[in-house]
Nanobody
Framework: VQLQASGGGLVQAGGSLRLSCAVS????????MSWFRQAPGKEREFVGA????????NYAASVKGRFTLSRDNAKSTVYLQMNDLKPEDTAVYYC?????????????????WGQGTLVTVSS
């Protein structure tokens, strides 16, 4: 299975971006799909997760109210809509999948990762 993240770029503070994670090789049925991010010099951290089939979500406190997860199961694609972006949101964003709860937030719990897409927010 391959997870392909895209949609990153450079945006000014207060702006918006939508990231996509397309999964090939397998459907995303029954999987929780999650996003993590890693800022320069920092540990990879949990951003949010959306369960199967899409009604349950979990967000990190730092992004709650600004970021929204959605999924198109027919297209095996998950989206992360990021609004009101802040410079501290600058990071490489990774998508990952897991067969489990949206409350699984540790990097070590996931074994399927995308390659990451860079988001840079300028002040």
């Amino acid at each position: 299975v391959q997870l392909q993240a895209s949609g990153g770029g450079l945006v000014q503070a207060g702006g918006s971006l939508r990231l996509s994670c397309a999964v090939s090789g397998r459907t995303i049925a029954s999987y929780t799909m999650s996003w993590f991010r890693q800022a320069p010099g920092k540990e990879r951290e949990f951003v949010g997760a959306i369960g199967w089939p899409g009604s349950i979500t979990n967000y990190a406190a730092s992004v709650k109210g600004r970021f929204t997860l959605s999924r198109d199961n027919a297209k095996s694609t998950v989206y992360l809509q990021m609004n009101d972006l802040k410079p501290e949101d600058t990071a490489v964003y990774y998508c990952a999948r897991i067969r489990g709860s949206v409350h699984l937030t540790l990097v070590s719990e996931y074994d399927s990762w995308g390659q990451g897409t860079l988001v840079t927010v300028s002040s």
